[in-house]
């Protein structure tokens, strides 16, 4: 099967529906949530369910996966280190990946840019996938997100590690405001961990 790559910003609705009636043909479509035209593909083209289509946009929608006639709609999170809105040497930023999987196609859902998406773009490209097809893509960015998980759990792992192999009573006031920031940041990753750790329990089984 081959797959077309493409982004929404570059569609228009009639191409879009006629890159799906190629036969053998699949379509992965990156649409970024903030542009209304990009947007509106998910409806006029897609016809997808209107409150996963508003799922899409309110930024507090939880984690999930949702089964629909002929697609499933999933809900994920990535987080990463965002070290320009604070002070402390680290802060998490979350962001939110929508991915609706289709028996021919794939379309991801974001606001913004997503480095997730121009990594496992570049990996296509470079033929690093087992497969080209919706489901590996899916499984691509599912990946990749994960992997982003890794940086922050060790850097925890490691403010941990001094502090234990620290004096106590050398700690000062700055180093107690520290440990209630990482505090909040372990709180704020177990909200977004815990619930995928069950999705992908379901997606497995």
């Keep these: 099967m081959h797959c077309t790559v493409a982004r929404a910003s570059d569609c228009t609705t009639e191409k879009v529906t006629a890159m ?3 036969p053998s043909t699949a379509l992965w479509l990156d649409v970024d949530s903030t542009d209304r035209e990009q947007h509106a593909l998910l409806s006029d083209v897609f016809r997808f369910h209107p409150l996963a289509i508003e799922d899409t946009l309110n930024p507090r929608t939880r ?3 949702e089964e629909y006639d002929g697609y499933v709609f999933i809900v994920l999170r990535a987080m990463r280190f965002d070290s320009d809105r604070v002070r402390f040497p680290r802060e998490l930023g979350v962001k939110k990946m929508c991915l609706f999987l289709g028996p021919n196609y794939l379309v991801s859902v974001h606001s913004g840019e997503f ?4 990594r496992v773009r570049a990996r296509l490209d470079r033929n690093e996938l087992p497969k ?4 590996w893509i899916a499984y691509a960015i599912t990946d990749d997100l994960v992997d982003g998980y890794f940086p922050i759990l060790d850097w925890v792992d490691g403010f941990v590690d001094r502090l234990e192999q620290s004096n106590l009573g050398d700690l000062d006031r700055s180093t107690f405001d520290d440990m209630l920031r990482v505090r909040r940041l372990a709180f704020a990753a177990h909200r977004s ?3 995928q750790r069950e999705m992908f329990e379901t997606l497995a089984h």
């Design 115 to 118: 480095a997730t998406v121009d």
């Design 20 to 22: 799906l009636q190629r």
């Design 63 to 65: 984690v999930k996966i």
């Design 132 to 135: 080209i097809d919706p489901a």
């Design 193 to 195: 961990l815990a619930p």
